[in-house]
């Protein structure tokens, strides 16, 4: 069974750091763009970032720009989400989407149609 799964969410503080990881399991994520998006409560997704299967970098949201890098790890068939400098306005559940059809990122994190389950970040003090 192909699937994406979430992980390193969780509660920090304003200011502190996350890392969280997307994992693939039953294929390989090299060949496929990744993204990730988030929800916060009552309020519309967000589209975060995506790298390429190359490698290409490509940012949707100036709130996360200088803030958050996007990395991948092919020998651990993994994605990475680096979250520096949190802010409370970050907390939302975080996702993170790939599309077997697609190596390059799309114009919307949204257009990849494979995602995971999610992973809490709450940012309080």
């Known amino acids: 069974q192909s699937q994406l799964v979430e992980s390193g969410g969780g509660l920090v503080q304003p200011g502190g750091s996350l890392k969280l990881s997307c994992a693939a399991s039953g294929f390989t994520l090299d060949a496929y763009a990744v993204g990730w998006f988030r929800q916060a409560p009552g309020k519309e997704r967000e589209e975060i970032l995506c790298i390429s299967s190359s490698g290409y970098i490509k940012n949707y949201a100036d709130s996360v720009k200088d803030r958050f890098t996007i990395s991948r790890d092919n020998t651990k068939n993994t994605v990475y989400l680096s979250m520096n400098t949190l802010k409370p306005e970050d907390t939302a559940v975080y996702y993170c989407?790939?599309?077997?059809?697609?190596?390059?990122?799309?114009?919307?994190?949204?257009?990849?149609?494979?995602w995971g389950q999610g992973t809490q970040v709450t940012v309080s003090s």
């Open positions: 989407a790939t599309d077997r059809r697609r190596a390059a990122c799309p114009a919307s994190v949204f257009d990849l149609r494979s």
